[in-house]
């Protein structure tokens, strides 16, 4: 059995291990004890290439003599905490299917296919894993573009049985190394088959020393190395996060003049990338968001985003690195503010690492990242007034107070959790047409999005220290709210010489819903329209307004004591989840 190569892919190990036994790959991995997908024709290993299950890692050590050291080195994983953002991080403990990974077409990873340097396999039939990397764009040793299709199949190279490599084929003849090997599908009139183009004699393009030498310090960063970022060290992982960042600005705004005269990249590469952009803002700017997070589609677009990126990635000191991102920014600022387009940017991931800079820049930042102790169950509609007042008045100027105090509702639930403005609707059971009124109307009144979120979240840590209370819960319990029984009110009312009428029912059925939730006491259920029928709804609104304005003390508490006695049944605990 061949022992694996240093740094060679998983994959290329088990085809050399199945042409050194003579029989199919499917076959060997029967033998070696891989843990497959149940209920195909042919064996489909479970995170083939990217990871091993535990079950397949101990048949793995126990049918080789591999360590797991070895056999997780052949494994995309192994760049989990540095090039790649695998957001599941006990992969080998997992037995689901690749396309489980968590945004799988923004992980800069191939993990059905591989590019491949043909001067390389000339000299030997070994794969590493680093042609697995979205970032994989150049051989440093041979400086040529790496090769992503088969001439002859037009499949991406490693793509395997019918285009899936994790399909490995028990009754195919042995492989032979030196060829391409993915097996097509019949159609046309053309036989089921291998493609039997050499990889050999694949074409290439030369590139410059100076993109070889950039390939190979990426490389090693993710391999370890130690890097700095604006002059100061950062981890890996940080610097592939600011990588893939900017490499999202760099797609968005770069022009086609920029990729052409950039002199370390081939004018193929430049070309590449250049289609793919086009192609990308033709589809419309409605789908850039996910397109400029996602892995280059090929090894001449990964060429250009690493020289593109460059100058900044890898700027001498704060000052340059501060310089050139503004520039950027400023740039794509502006885009994002061309009539009927959206921020494209807008759910690209923000790494901690830039925030200062991005800061500085004047960019807009994302809602508070730490997630705090509550949920939406402990919000109400409207925050508190006083609290609004201090801390979030002053980024909504020109905004009535309770369209304000809403908006500020909405931003806690997303500071709980929430995606979107819509999914913060959801969480807080709003009506989601005043929701995205609100949301629509005030957000771009917001001068300093930074500072906002950072008030945000200091209104959450008030709504924390004072107790949470469970105004989700008190909503349901007063959902049928729409009058309050006369003989509550006779107590109440009778000593102050006032008359116990429907609409004074109504009106304290409102305030203790109000009272109780947090609410806006327009949309209180003793508010429903059809209850008034035929008063107008301005005539009821007044109304209620007038009673609260006017509502003295001791019935204030009168009523205070009766709501609390409608709740105790439903709330065991305010504070409760």
Known sequence: ????????????????????????????????????????????????GVSLTQRSLQSLVAATGLDERALGAMQLSRYADTALDFFDRELPDQSREVTSIRRPRREWALTTASRACPRCLAASPVWPVWWRLGIAAVCPEHRVLLVDVCSRCNGRLGSGYTGNPRGLTARQPMLDLSLCNNRRAASGGRKAGQCSQRLSTLSTVAV???????????????????????????????????????????????????????????????????????????????????????????????????????????????????HLLTMWMDRAASLGSLPGKGDPLRSLPRPACLEPFLHAAGVLASRPRAKPSFTADHLPHLVNADDYA?????????????????????????????ESWLHAATALDMNPVTAARA??????????????????????KRITERGLINYAARRRALADLTILPPTV?????????????????????????????????????????????????????????????????????ALAAYGSILLTPSLPQDGGP
């Open 489 to 557: 009110l006779y107590a109440i009312y009778e000593p102050l010489g006032h008359r116990v009428t429907v609409k004074r029912r109504r009106h304290s059925a409102a305030w203790i819903w109000q009272h109780f939730t947090g609410g806006d006491i327009r949309e209180a259920p003793a508010y429903t329209p059809a209850l008034w029928v035929p008063t107008p709804v301005a005539s009821i609104r007044e109304g209620g307004r007038r009673f609260a304005a006017r509502l003295p003390v001791p019935v204030a508490r």
């Open 1 to 48: 059995m061949p022992l694996p190569a240093p740094g060679e892919a998983f994959p290329s190990w088990l085809h050399r291990v199945a042409a050194d036994w003579q029989i199919p790959p499917g076959r060997t991995a029967q033998l070696l004890g891989l843990e497959c997908t149940p209920g195909y024709r042919v064996p489909r290993p479970m995170w083939f």
């Open 208 to 322: 410059s020393a100076e993109l070889a030498a950039l390939q190979q310090r990426v490389l090693d960063i993710a391999d370890g190395a130690p890097v700095r970022l604006a002059g100061v060290p950062v981890t890996q992982a940080e610097f592939f996060a600011a990588l893939r960042f900017i490499a999202g600005v760099v797609r968005l705004v770069s022009t086609e003049e920029e990729a052409a005269s950039c002199k370390s990249l081939p004018e193929t590469a430049a070309e590449a990338f250049t289609s793919d952009q086009h192609e990308w803002r033709q589809a419309g700017m409605g789908g850039m968001g996910s397109r400029v997070q996602a892995c280059p589609p090929s090894a001449g677009h990964a060429a250009a985003v690493l020289a593109l990126c460059e100058p900044i990635l890898f700027a001498p000191d704060r000052r340059t690195f501060q």
């Open 390 to 418: 201090e801390l979030i008045a002053r980024h909504l100027p020109h905004t009535a107070e309770a369209s304000g105090r809403r908006l500020a509702a909405l931003a806690l639930a997303r500071h709980a959790g929430a």
């Open 439 to 460: 949301t629509n109307t005030l957000e771009p009144r917001i001068s300093d999005i930074s500072a906002f979120w950072r008030d945000i979240e200091q209104l959450g």
